[in-house]
T-cell receptor, first 118, second 113 residues
Framework: KNQVEQSPQSLIILEGKNCTLQ??????????LRWYKQDTGRGPVSLTI?????NTKSNGRYTATLDADTKQSSLHITASQLSDSASYIC?????????????????FGQGTILTVHP | KAGVTQTPRYLIKTRGQQVTLSCSPI?????VSWYQQTPGQGLQFLFE???????NKGNFPGRFSGRQFSNSRSEMNVSTLELGDSALYLC????????????FGPGTRLTVT
């Protein structure tokens, strides 16, 4: 069964500090892994997308890593700001399988709720 | 380009009623996917439409249905509403199937009483 597990469930840090969020997945066949940021009451916004051949990708203060061998990804946030308070969701997309049924199917993690305090 | 728009933004219905939600994708995007988000289950995939055809479907009962029009706008319908259908319903659009670059709308908050 395809699964995406994120840790920790929630995290509280002080403004200016760094943090790392984890994502483990069992989706197969693998196509790409995405990190989304979702502010309360709004739709998710894409931070990074990584394919099998990419092991790191940055978007400003956000840096995602991917280890396709161990099926793990992390999202590192540098010099956190109050506006980083949100839910961070790891999503894995399946590639086309022999039957063509998995193509594009997304499996979502439960998210990590990050709270940044001043 | 304008982003993904969803209407209505908020909706209150009673059990047993039906509801139709609307999603207008980004201009030029032909794929529209629908998701249900609840505090307990997180984001769950409902279905994906591409060129007016349902291409992928999640594990939801037949009460949940959708369609896509020739202009790529999509509607989602839920019949015989249950309390557990209370959720944020999100739609996302992308140029191609599989949604490599997928953009989400703000969602429709449905409350079933």
């Amino acid at each position: 069964k395809n699964q995406v597990e994120q840790s920790p469930q929630s995290l509280i840090i002080l403004e200016g500090k760094n943090c790392t969020l984890q994502c483990n997945y069992t989706v197969s066949p693998f196509s790409n892994l995405r990190w989304y940021k979702q502010d309360t009451g709004r739709g998710p916004v894409s931070l990074t997308i990584m394919t099998f051949s990419e092991n790191t990708k940055s978007n400003g203060r956000y840096t995602a890593t991917l280890d396709a061998d161990t099926k793990q990804s992390s999202l590192h946030i540098t010099a956190s700001q109050l506006s980083d308070s949100a839910s961070y969701i790891c999503v894995v997309s399946a590639a086309r399988d022999a039957g063509g049924t998995s193509y594009g199917k997304l499996t979502f993690g439960q998210g990590t709720i990050l709270t940044v305090h001043p | 380009k304008a982003g993904v728009t969803q209407t209505p933004r908020y909706l209150i219905k009673t059990r047993g009623q039906q509801v139709t939600l609307s999603c207008s994708p980004i201009s030029g995007h032909r794929s529209v996917s629908w998701y249900q988000q609840t505090p307990g289950q997180g984001l769950q995939f409902l279905f994906e439409y591409f060129s007016e055809t349902q291409r992928n479907k999640g594990n939801f009962p037949g009460r949940f249905s959708g369609r896509q029009f020739s202009n790529s706008r999509s509607e989602m319908n839920v019949s015989t509403l249950e309390l557990g259908d209370s959720a944020l319903y999100l739609c996302a659009s992308s140029e191609q199937r599989g949604g490599y670059e997928q953009y989400f709308g703000p969602g429709t908050r449905l409350t079933v009483t």
